[in-house]
C-alpha cells in the first residue's frame, strides 16, 4: 500500500503538535511552580513583618545603630514582599486552544489545513510562556534574595542589641554573603535573557501578523490570569 503525497506532512505535524504540547505543558508546570513560590513568600515575608513590627514596638529605645539595621531589613522584607505580590499577578500564560479556535474546527477545508493552523498557534503559544517565564523568573530570584538580605540585616540587628558594637568585618561578611548569593542565584543571567528577548516579536509573545505566513493564520490561545494582568489587546500596545 502505497503513501499519499501528504501522509509526511501529516505525520510532521502530528509529531511537531504533539511535542509542542509536552513543551507547552513543561512551561505551565514552572510557571505554576513560579507561582507557588511566590505565595509562599508572600505569606512568609507577611508574617515576618508582622513580628518584627511587633518585636520593634516592644523593644522600645534602641541604639541608632541597631536601628539602621533594623531599617535596612524591615526595608528589604518590605520590598520582598511588593515583589512577591507582583510576581503572583503577573503570570498570565497560555494553557491551550481558545473557545473560538475549537469552533474554527468546523469550518476547516481540510483536516490538514487545520492542523498546520494548531501547529502554527502552538508555536506562538510557546513564545508567549516562554516570554512569561523570561519576565516572572527574575522578580522571583530578586525576591527570594531581598528575603536573604532582610534577615541578615535583621539577625545583625539583633546582634548588636545584644552584644553592643560589631566589628567592622560582621557587616562585611553579610555584605559579600548577599553578593555571593545574587551571583549564585544566577539572577544575572535572567536579566540578560530578558534584554535578548526576540525582537521581532512582541516581547509577550503574542501572536504577529509575520506569524501568518504559508502555514496559515495561527489559531488563538486561551490565557489564563492570575489577577492583575492586562488583557492581550493591551499588552500589545
Known amino acids: 500500500m502505497s503513501s499519499g503525497p501528504g501522509d509526511g506532512s501529516t505525520a510532521a505535524l502530528t509529531l511537531a503538535r504533539r511535542e509542542a504540547r509536552a513543551t507547552l505543558d513543561a512551561q505551565l508546570a514552572a510557571l505554576r511552580e513560579i507561582e507557588r513560590k511566590a505565595a509562599q513568600l508572600l505569606q512568609f515575608t507577611t508574617a515576618l513583618l508582622g513580628v518584627v513590627v511587633s518585636a520593634l514596638?516592644?523593644?522600645?529605645?534602641?541604639?541608632?545603630?541597631?536601628n539602621a539595621y533594623a531599617a535596612v531589613g524591615v526595608a528589604a522584607v518590605a520590598a520582598a514582599t511588593l515583589l512577591a505580590g507582583i510576581t503572583y499577578?503577573?503570570?498570565?500564560?497560555?494553557v491551550g486552544i481558545?473557545?473560538?479556535?475549537?469552533e474554527a474546527a468546523t469550518d476547516a477545508e481540510s483536516g490538514e489545513a487545520y492542523r498546520r493552523r494548531v501547529v502554527a498557534g502552538y508555536a506562538e503559544w510557546?513564545?508567549?510562556?516562554?516570554?512569561?517565564?523570561?519576565r516572572v523568573a527574575p522578580l522571583v530570584t530578586t525576591t527570594v534574595l531581598a528575603v536573604v538580605a532582610g534577615a541578615l540585616a535583621l539577625g545583625l540587628a539583633v546582634l548588636r542589641a545584644v552584644t553592643g558594637p560589631l566589628p567592622a568585618a560582621v557587616p562585611a561578611v553579610a555584605f559579600l554573603?548577599?553578593?555571593?548569593?545574587v551571583y549564585a542565584s544566577g539572577l544575572l543571567g535572567q536579566l540578560r535573557r530578558l534584554r535578548r528577548a526576540?525582537?521581532?516579536?512582541?516581547?509577550?509573545?503574542?501572536?504577529?501578523?509575520?506569524?501568518?505566513?504559508d502555514r496559515g493564520e495561527p489559531l488563538g490561545g486561551q490565557q489564563c490570569f492570575v489577577g492583575g494582568e492586562r488583557d492581550g489587546d493591551?499588552?500589545?500596545?
Do not use: K, Q, W
Request: hydrophobic share 45%; no cysteine; proline share 7%.
Open 177 to 181: 554573603g548577599v553578593a555571593g548569593a
Open 234 to 237: 493591551d499588552a500589545e500596545r
Open 198 to 213: 526576540d525582537p521581532v516579536r512582541p516581547p509577550t509573545g503574542l501572536p504577529t501578523a509575520a506569524a501568518a505566513d
Open 98 to 102: 481558545d473557545g473560538a479556535a475549537v
Open 89 to 94: 499577578t503577573a503570570s498570565t500564560r497560555v
Open 126 to 134: 510557546i513564545r508567549f510562556n516562554e516570554a512569561a517565564n523570561r
Open 57 to 66: 514596638a516592644l523593644a522600645g529605645d534602641v541604639t541608632a545603630a541597631s
